[in-house]
């Protein structure tokens, strides 16, 4: 169903390609920019863009490129963010079937967002993705991974439940799996797999000591004392894909 699958790590030298000054480089700022070069949208690509409300990155683009885009979450923009003229919005749960037809875009992207849908819901949002995919499309998603967590049961409530995180709706739920995303894509995973969570012979130790990797470190955020937070480093995962035509299938 999608071939060509791609999996890459937040980093310091694309936030340098990117042009990101040093206090830019932080994981949200390259997974905004990554989903649009991989997904290279033109002005004749229908976008959809998932739980990504009001990306300035997303809109700029909307703006200098003009591609016609639906941004599609539970809650509206700001009433200061003026969207470009050919963007709409349109409020939707994510956890439920996408509002569109098959075939309907021929770009879909999300920038850290479906870390906060439940596994289920998140899985059952990424097969959405695929279906609204025209054959030939693109998926461009990125997904925040915390680190260090080390499957605390305290951390892991707190993530999803804790007030600091639900008041400001960014609410995290664990397991965060790519190679059970890689699967409900109906993709076949790339030749970098194991450096990704839930395929055979994933470690966390050398992404916590990679110097090249991008991450929010909740030490440096007033996150409250609770089990391991403070310990927690929030890497993003870019998954990138196509989606299969008649010929490859």
């Known amino acids: 169903m999608m071939r060509d699958v791609v999996l890459a790590y937040s980093n310091l030298p694309d936030c340098r ?39 300035p990155f997303v809109l700029a683009h909307g703006r200098t490129v003009g591609s016609p885009t639906v941004l599609l979450d539970l809650e509206p923009p700001p009433p200061s963010v003026e969207l470009p003229a050919n963007t709409t919005f349109q409020r939707h749960d994510l956890t439920k079937p996408l509002p569109f037809d098959d075939g309907t875009f021929d770009v879909v992207l999300s920038e850290s967002s479906l870390e906060h849908l439940p596994p289920a819901g998140r899985l059952a949002c990424f097969t959405e993705a695929v279906r609204v995919l025209r054959p030939g499309g693109r998926l461009a998603i990125s997904i925040g991974l915390p680190l260090n967590v080390l499957d605390d049961p305290e951390t892991v409530q707190a993530f999803e439940s804790h007030p600091f995180f639900a008041d400001r709706h960014c609410s995290l739920y664990f397991p965060v ?37 991008v991450y929010d470190r909740f030490e440096d955020f007033p996150v409250p004392d609770v089990g391991r937070l403070r310990s927690v480093s929030i890497v993003e995962v870019g998954i990138f894909a196509l989606r299969a035509t008649a010929a490859d299938e």
């Open 17 to 55: 390609r990117y042009g990101l000054a040093p206090k830019s480089s932080n994981p949200w700022h390259w997974a905004s920019n990554w989903v649009l070069e991989m997904a290279k949208p033109t002005a004749a690509d229908r976008i959809l863009d998932l739980g990504c409300r009001d990306n």
């Open 177 to 213: 799996d790519i190679a059970a995303i890689v699967e409900a894509i109906g993709a076949r995973p790339p030749y970098n797999a194991s450096l990704f969570p839930g395929f055979s012979g994933f470690a966390e130790t050398p992404l916590l000591d990679d110097r090249q990797l």
